[in-house]
């Protein structure tokens, strides 16, 4: 039998965690009903907060059923992990996922997600790791997250598989159950939510090379949604692995640090370099003249660099960006148009 290690089980929680948060947005009714197949935005830049997921209380984390108040307000951020929604067409991998609508990429490991949207379920494809192992999965019978639409009470079961590859090919099968199993209220340190939903999720799935079971993995989530954050406010998820386990809890930060415009095409904005040491160059064009500011943010949408709004005309514009006093780390880029704005990922290594 062939057992998962602690290594491969640090690069399962990159691989999966960091990009499972695709996950819908809800449109809530009177019986608090998930239907946010249309509700996903390319453009969004988000951050979620790792925690110690052993210092909850396990009364709190699994309690079900109506009008229920879970607080994690204690909560302690051990690792921001920020991540990004794109366009599947923008990713070097797409063609392997002809299906996907819409991708999640993990800033920090490059890792991508694909998913298919529509107006029946949120359908998990496939995912590949740039950075660690090298590792990819292909779904010919995709894992069915969500099917719309969900309300509380409700629950379904999908068998799913596929191919898993990181030195070898490995064939991956087995059978996800979803079940609506409360609402109420959600207590994070990022805030306090009402009408949130919280979906728990139990899979059972195996590894085979040449016909033999090499691994077999029981997982169960947690997910908690409310109807003005298109992706989880909060994410448990427990790996049973044979020998070794694997626990992770993390929580969304709401700070605005993500912006999405139509102006995003029309100004063509790039920075260079990308990661930048000691300064990087805005590029943008303008259709006519407007005044325009810079904003430098972290992950947590906190202000950390700014100019001053200036005129200008239109055509190609360029600014210097002077980031050498600038912790490193990854930033987003706010470049203001009169009243509206683009975002733009930023990462400086010195």
Partial sequence: MYYVYPQNLKYMKKLFYTLLWGFAPLFLTAQI???????????EYLG???V???AVSEAVLTEDGENVTWDFSN???LQNLPSESVAPSTQPDFNSFPQSTLAAKDIATENVSYYEVNDEA???????????YGAKIYYDDPQDWIQYPMAYGESFSDDFGG????TTEIDRGGTTTVEADAYGTLITPAGTFSNVIRLKTDMIYADSLAGFEIARYIETRYLWHDANNGWPLMTYSYIDAGLNTLETLSYLDVSPVATHSPLAEELGLTVFPNPANDFAQVD?????GATVRVELRDILGRLVWSEAGQEMGAGEQNLALAVGNIVEGTYLLQLW???EVVGHQVVIQH
């Fill in 33 to 43: 009903t998930l239907d946010n197949h249309d509700q996903f935005v390319i453009g």
């Fill in 48 to 50: 979620y907060h790792f």
């Fill in 52 to 54: 110690e997921a052993a």
């Fill in 75 to 77: 909560l302690s951020s």
């Fill in 122 to 132: 949120l359908r998990f494809w496939g995912a590949i790791s740039n950075k660690i």
């Fill in 163 to 166: 191919i898993v590859y990181t």
């Fill in 284 to 288: 943008f064009t303008l259709e006519e």
């Fill in 337 to 339: 148009v009169d009243d």
